[in-house]
């Protein structure tokens, strides 16, 4: 059996910062008069590029938003993961398990952010610098570029890959890769993880002898 590259995408499926994440979101939206909750903000962008909320808040509201919006708000993400992050629940156990398997991350979010987010959560030894970012290609999930680009970085062809993923912009990514997808089914996402053809799972520990 040929070995596998297992991919992990990092928010939602790493550590656990939707919540944070679309909390400073939604707030400082709503500072530009808009009305945003957090649930609104994860089932509109969530797996997607803060260049998506961008565009979506002037299409759909018309309101162009600061040129500083985006250092504004990964300074203001960097501050509350620095307070308070903590891993998905279990996915230490699993990483452990994959003790001497090639395994990396790839992630629509910038470089900066999974540093900081992986360090807190103690997750970042498991990967050393087998961190990849859509910045670094400018190519965003659901284009399947990045997946592509983790795999050639790590000398894999992309069907001895699987993919974890929670988003259905994730899934769809690795559906177009040709790499299988495990989807992450805890955030109200079953339906759209299903539609991209991604096999559904509960609790990391679930993983665990299966990948």
């Known amino acids: 059996m040929e070995e596998k590259l297992i991919i992990f995408d990092c928010d939602g499926v790493l550590v656990d910062s939707e919540t944070t994440t679309n ?6 939206l709503n500072e530009f008069g808009l009305d945003f909750t957090p649930e609104k903000a994860i089932s509109l962008f969530r797996g997607g590029s803060l260049a998506d909320c961008i565009e979506y808040v002037k ?14 708000f ?16 279990n996915i230490k156990l699993l990483l452990e398990s994959l003790n001497k398997r090639a395994i990396c991350v790839a992630s629509n979010g910038p470089m900066e952010k999974m540093e900081t987010t992986l360090k807190v959560t103690g997750i970042k030894p498991f990967f050393n610098e087998n961190i990849f970012s859509a910045y670094q290609i400018n ?3 659901p284009d399947p570029a990045l997946f592509i680009y983790a ?11 699987i993919v974890i993923e929670d988003s259905p912009k ?8 040709g790499m ?19 096999e559904l799972f509960y609790d990391m520990k679930e ?4 990948i």
């Open 23 to 28: 909390k400073i979101l939604s707030d400082y």
């Open 59 to 72: 299409k759909e509201y018309d309101v162009d938003l600061p040129t500083e919006f985006p250092s504004n």
């Open 74 to 89: 990964r300074h203001r993400m960097r501050v509350a993961f620095e307070e308070k992050l903590d891993p998905v629940k």
């Open 139 to 141: 190519k965003w999930k």
């Open 151 to 161: 795999a050639k970085k790590m000398n894999f062809e992309p069907k001895n890959c």
């Open 170 to 177: 994730g899934a769809q990514a690795a559906k177009l890769a």
């Open 180 to 198: 299988k997808c495990y989807g992450y089914a805890v955030y109200e996402n079953e339906d759209s993880l299903k539609a991209q053809g991604a």
């Open 207 to 210: 993983l665990v002898n299966k």
